[in-house]
Antibody, heavy 121, light 106 residues
Framework: EVQLVESGGGLVKPGGSLRLSCAAS????????MNWVRQAPGMGLEWVAS????????NYADSVRGRFTVSRDNGKKSLYLQMNSLRIDDTAVYYC??????????????WGRGTLVTVST | DIQMTQSPSSLSASVGDRVTITCRAS??????LNWYQQRPGKAPKLLIY???TLQSGVPARFSGGGSGTDFTLTISSLQPEDFATYYC????????FGQGTKVEIK
């Protein structure tokens, strides 16, 4: 069974930085594009960032572009999200999510349990 | 960005009921439409992709339909474990989600 386990969340002040990690197991991590999706408390889902299987293709939501950086280490089967210049409205549970197989239609196949990021004074 | 609008925002239903949720896109997304279920306190789970393809392991009482701008998710006979929030997502262009439909027990 595919397992995605996020870590690195916590409480940070506005303007601060945080780095999220996601450890993958039980699937061929290097074959899949990976994504971060977030959910503010009591709210809906928002796509944050994507990275292709070998890393050269990156994409970001307008709300985080220039502040967040997604990266991956296929040897370590890990996904990362470097978050800088954090704002109060970045407060959310951040989910690590795998895309479907190569050539699939952009669906989000497997989700981690999420890690909570709280930006507050 | 493409706006996704779900209706209703919430509904109350009984075990055994047939339930249909609608998702409308602000522009044509062909069949690049996916559905997710989120139970309280849990991560979302993929139910249906490409508008009508059931993800492996998802019960056959779930079905999806539509193309272009109008889509539906139907649960043929609601079960206790189906009380949850459902989200549609378009993957035609920059990914966006609907606001969610909460299915509650009547």
């Amino acid at each position: 069974e595919v397992q995605l386990v996020e870590s690195g969340g916590g409480l940070v002040k506005p303007g601060g930085s945080l780095r999220l990690s996601c450890a993958a197991s039980s699937f061929n991590f290097s074959d899949y594009s990976m994504n971060w999706v977030r959910q503010a408390p009591g709210m809906g889902l928002e796509w944050v960032a994507s990275i292709s299987s070998l890393g050269p293709y990156l994409n970001y939501a307008d709300s985080v572009r220039g502040r967040f950086t997604v990266s991956r280490d296929n040897g370590k089967k890990s996904l990362y999200l470097q978050m800088n210049s954090l704002r109060i409205d970045d407060t959310a549970v951040y989910y690590c999510v795998s895309s479907g197989p190569v050539g699939s239609s952009g669906y989000l196949a497997y989700w981690g349990r999420g890690t909570l990021v709280t930006v507050s004074t | 960005d493409i706006q996704m609008t779900q209706s209703p925002s919430s509904l109350s239903a009984s075990v055994g009921d047939r339930v249909t949720i609608t998702c409308r896109a602000s522009q044509d997304v062909r069949i690049y439409l996916n559905w997710y279920q989120q139970r309280p306190g849990k991560a979302p789970k993929l139910l249906i992709y490409s508008a009508s393809t059931l993800q492996s392991g998802v019960p056959a009482r779930f079905s999806g339909g539509g193309s272009g701008t109008d889509f539906t998710l139907t649960i043929s006979s609601l079960q206790p474990e189906d009380f949850a929030t459902y989200y549609c997502q378009q993957s035609f262009s920059t990914w966006t989600f609907g606001q969610g439909t909460k299915v509650e027990i009547k």
